[in-house]
């Protein structure tokens, strides 16, 4: 008798964490959403510090026009900045929309990730309720879109693409590659990182043979290396291809916008090849 008890007990005890699990699963889409505005008025920190020259880890966040130290209730993303009308709350001096711009962008990267999951799943003919949402991959692909986004808005600022988050960056692909694939993907994502950098820096040092002056940075080099960090080897083809087309897009475009055609348009590939290993590592972890 004791013994059907036991298993009765154990089933109930099943259960209950299958239901939690469930419950986890259908909150986790919601958790990137509620971080996303607070990662964004980070990243906001990031784009004005960075092409500054100034130190992002110190300091705490300040009126720029009277320099009073924003308390904690000043600082809640989107919502202060609503709230004060975007005026500081100590001179009334207008709060530069940049901050509310990147906030509201961060919350597009949760966005994508989650519409990417649908679609597939829809396309593939599942049911919507069964789309993959482990909440490990979801953060990982929502920190990738994070940088990227930093990376490409700080290269249209300053056409430079600072080593202090495309070095991270590639460490983070190369160790999420291992948690959640093993050794086998960690192999695939080294591969990736080396052949990325091998490919551009061979292309910059050509450009430069040929032409005796620099046509891609060396920022864009580590970018794709940390690219291929995320996406693995076979998939960095099509990152090359989708960037150089975009890349022609935006000169095309600039070339026309300026009324007179040079050969040597300058434009900040970094935006390119973000938007490029953004769409590549979406397409690949919706599968
Ligand atoms: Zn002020």
Request: with cysteine; proline share 7%.
């Given at each position: 008798m004791a013994g059907r008890e036991d298993s009765h007990h154990r089933l109930a005890q099943l259960e209950a964490i299958r239901h939690c699990r469930a419950a986890m699963m259908s909150l986790a889409p919601v958790v990137p959403f509620v971080i996303a505005p607070f990662i964004g008025s980070f990243l906001g920190v990031l784009v004005r510090r960075i092409p500054r020259g100034e130190s992002f880890a110190i300091g705490r966040s300040h009126c720029e026009d009277c320099q009073t130290v924003l308390k904690p209730h000043e600082m809640i993303p989107v919502l202060s900045y609503l709230l004060q009308k975007?005026?500081?709350?100590?001179?009334g001096s207008r709060i530069d929309p940049h901050h509310l711009r990147i906030e509201l962008t961060a919350l597009a990267v949760p966005a994508c990730v989650i519409a990417t999951r649908l679609l597939t799943a829809h396309e593939q003919g599942f049911?919507?309720?069964?789309?993959?949402?482990?909440l490990p991959l979801l953060l990982a692909d929502c920190f990738l879109g994070w940088m990227l986004l930093a990376l490409a808005w700080i290269d249209r600022i300053c056409m430079r693409l600072p080593d202090v988050l495309t070095l991270p960056l590639l460490l983070a692909g190369l160790a999420e590659g291992f948690v959640n694939g093993g050794t086998e993907a960690l192999l695939d994502r080294t591969l990736g990182a080396v052949c990325g950098w091998a490919l551009f820096a061979l292309v910059a040092y050509g450009y430069r043979a040929l032409r005796g002056r620099s046509g891609l940075g060396g920022g864009d080099v580590k970018l794709l290396a940390a690219g291929g960090a995320w996406i693995g080897l076979a998939a960095l083809p099509i990152v090359v291809v989708l960037a150089s087309a975009f890349g022609i897009v935006i000169a095309l475009a600039t070339t026309l916008r300026a009324q007179r055609f040079s050969m040597t348009v300058m434009i900040p590939f970094g935006p390119c090849l973000a938007a490029a290993i953004w769409l590549a590592r979406l397409t690949l972890t919706a599968q």
């Open positions: 975007g005026k500081c709350r100590t001179c049911p919507l309720a069964e789309a993959d949402f482990s």
